[in-house]
């Protein structure tokens, strides 16, 4: 079983940044495909932008310009760097992993997960 820790969650007004980041136990991290989900209150679950091992990129078109994904696979660890945040950004942000190409942000593609780390931004 794969181990993912998420990091740097906080509470930032609207316009702000934060920068994500998820260290992974995989002893294959290179070849794993990495993403970003988030769930607000009430809400389900969404997939937010994911990284395949061949270098693809998929973002929500909710994030596109905004946020950004890169992983360093030395380092084991995804992240999210995310600017001009918007209240609707607010959520439970979740990394994921599979083995495998990427192909669509699914959750139910996504065998691994971690705990979670909040964000919340203000208006």
């Known amino acids: 079983q794969v181990q993912l820790v998420e990091s740097g969650g906080g509470s930032v007004q609207s316009g702000g940044s934060l920068r994500l980041s998820c260290v992974s136990s995989?002893?294959?991290?290179?070849?794993?495909?990495v993403a970003w989900f988030r769930q607000a209150p009430g809400k389900q679950r969404e997939g937010v932008a994911a990284?395949?091992?061949?270098?693809?990129?998929l973002y929500a078109d909710s994030v596109k310009g905004r946020f950004t994904i890169s992983r360093d696979n030395a380092k084991n660890t995804l992240y999210l760097q995310m600017n001009s945040l918007k209240p609707e950004d607010t959520a439970t942000y979740y990394c994921?992993?599979?083995?495998?190409?990427?192909?669509?942000?699914?959750?139910?593609?996504?065998?691994?997960w971690g705990r979670g780390t909040q964000v919340t931004v203000s208006s």
């Open positions: 990284a395949g091992r061949d270098g693809k990129i």
């Open positions: 995989s002893y294959a991290y290179s070849r794993d495909t």
């Open positions: 994921a992993a599979r083995g495998g190409p990427l192909s669509t942000l699914s959750a139910q593609l996504f065998n691994n």
